[in-house]
């Protein structure tokens, strides 16, 4: 329907549109649905409606001071979990139109990827471990936060792209769309805490592997866009799934290899990752003695005590987290952490 300047674009005509998409694309019109189903929308597609419920949703928004790598940083240029969510969403954004995917189905997955992540990054994750039978994962808590806690009600696909974004989780994702995220996640991670840990004085740009250095050039965009270019390319070769050329990809392994062991293993990071750990501990061993503590608008009163103490601390941003810990217990002792927690 055209009104002067404009031609109005409804979802019927969104989902005509997906017909052009490639044969290993998902459809909006072929999803296997909501938990509770619901009227359809009059101008979005499904997974539209998913991507727009989720960049409203309250963990979205704590994303900004939760951890990516370096804890609580100073700077205002290191990545946090927000900005790391986002260039994460525009690299699986630039694989799934480049692959004729579902465009809104790799950004909707992408923006929700990380809802479930503890304070202080994957130290976080560590301390949580212990509490929760088979180990705590961020996925498993992202899809707990969409499913139960916010009750965003999002469609199967966009909930099976945030339980198998890590390359730990098995099975993997169904979808094309959701294998992108898997790669932008990696992608995302090691160009851009590469430009932290040079920041950070942790690393110079020339410690980097020869090898990673020269097939995808130094970490910012260059590196991001010799990476997307790596995977459209074993991609299209390969032919049925969303995979990076064979000679990229050992060059990514080997700079995932290095950066484990110089960066998120590094005595930096090491001296941060106990301190952590133990404020993390304390506030979880704290609510369980004292479960009153915890806001009933962020409880789910069905789950077992352990359960709703570990949603309400791994909900925390790292500040959130600092400032807690500062009220319950010795806030002298935490003044005295927090320059070993940047």
């Not at 700077?75 to 809104?104: I, K, M, P, W, Y």
């Not at 945030?162 to 932008?184: D, F, L, N």
Request: glycine share 8%.
């Amino acid at each position: 329907m055209d009104r002067g300047s404009f031609r109005l674009v409804d979802r019927a005509a969104r989902e005509r549109a997906e017909e052009a998409l490639a044969p290993a694309a998902t459809r909006s019109t072929a999803i296997r649905g909501r938990a509770v189903p619901e009227a359809e929308d009059a101008l979005r597609t499904a997974f539209e409606r998913d991507r727009d419920r989720i960049l409203h949703a309250k963990a979205f928004r704590r994303l900004k001071h939760k951890t990516q790598v370096f804890l609580n940083p100073d700077g205002d240029h290191f990545v946090t979990r927000l900005t790391h969510t986002l260039q994460v969403t525009q690299v699986a954004r630039s694989l799934a139109r480049a692959l004729g995917l579902n465009e809104t189905l790799a950004e909707a997955i992408a923006l929700g990827h990380d809802l479930g992540h503890s304070p202080f990054g994957h130290i976080g994750e560590d301390a949580l471990e212990p509490y929760v039978p088979g180990g705590w994962h961020h996925a498993a808590q992202g899809v707990r936060i969409v499913e139960v806690l916010e009750h965003l009600n999002l469609t199967w696909e966009v909930r099976d792209g945030i339980r198998a974004h890590s390359w730990k989780i098995s099975p993997p994702p169904t979808t094309r769309e959701a294998e992108c995220v898997r790669y932008a996640d990696r992608i995302g991670y090691l160009s851009h805490d590469a430009l932290d840990a040079v920041r950070a004085g942790v690393l110079q740009v020339r410690d980097l592997p020869a090898r990673a250095r020269a097939v995808f050039g130094d970490p910012g965009s260059r590196m991001v866009g010799a990476m997307i270019d790596a995977v459209v390319e074993g991609s299209l070769a390969d032919g049925g799934v969303v995979v990076m050329a064979p000679g990229p990809l050992e060059a990514m392994h080997e700079l995932r290899a290095f950066m484990f062991q110089r960066v998120y293993a590094s005595e930096t990071a090491a001296g941060q990752k106990q301190l952590a750990i133990d404020v993390t501990r304390r506030l979880v061993d704290h609510h369980l003695a004292h479960p009153g503590l915890i806001p009933a608008t962020y409880r789910d009163t069905s789950a077992d005590p352990v359960t709703q103490v570990v949603d309400y601390v791994s909900g925390m941003t790292d500040r959130y987290a600092l400032s807690t810990h500062d009220r319950l217990f010795d806030a002298d002792a935490t003044a005295r952490m927090r320059p070993l927690l940047r």
